[in-house]
């Protein structure tokens, strides 16, 4: 499976997701930026892995989301994990009081603070990967869902309605 195909799936998936709950909301590629947009990249990534949030809130640096949710697809790597990083300060409020709840181990970077979690290494087909999204939903979200609704002044905030119909409205542009 390539990475475009899983991208694929998991947008299928995830808009199925927002059908039966609206309040699930996810991130999604806003650009075009090298014609991203017209080659399938439906997510924040490349041909190695892709990335999306169910919240608002990036990093000033890098571009990635505080809170994202990864799939990496390449040689070196085939794996599922939840991260959280900041460059700038943009989140860390929220994320200190992630990390210690949802138990994250820090990874060693010399220019950011990042976070990340493996939930599945090496899975085997799509259904393994969809999964452990549903599996994050249903539990580290709502975890995390209840931390940005407590601190709704620190960088991290909800999707909006407007927002995400927006975002879903120009990817469908492209998929025609």
Do not use: A
């Amino acid at each position: 499976m390539e990475i475009l195909d899983i991208q694929e799936e998991i947008l299928d998936f995830l808009l199925r997701k927002h059908q039966i709950n609206p309040s699930i909301k996810f991130t999604t590629r806003r650009i075009n930026r090298n014609n991203k947009l017209e080659n399938k990249f439906w997510f924040i990534g490349n041909e190695k892995y892709f990335e999306f949030s169910f919240w608002e809130g990036k990093d000033g640096k890098t571009g990635l989301n505080n809170l994202g949710f990864t799939i990496r697809w390449n040689d070196k790597r085939k794996e599922v994990h939840y991260n959280f990083s900041s460059k700038f300060g943009n989140g860390i409020e929220i994320i200190n009081i992630l990390v210690p709840i949802l138990n994250i181990p820090k990874v060693e970077n010399p220019n950011y603070n990042y976070w990340e979690k493996c939930i599945i290494k090496n899975p085997q087909n799509i259904l393994e990967i969809k999964n452990s999204i549903n599996d994050f939903i249903n539990n580290e979200k709502e975890i995390i869902d209840k931390i940005v609704s407590e601190n709704p002044d620190k960088g991290i905030k909800f999707i909006s309605d407007e927002k995400f119909k927006t975002q879903i409205n120009k990817i469908n542009k492209f998929r025609l």
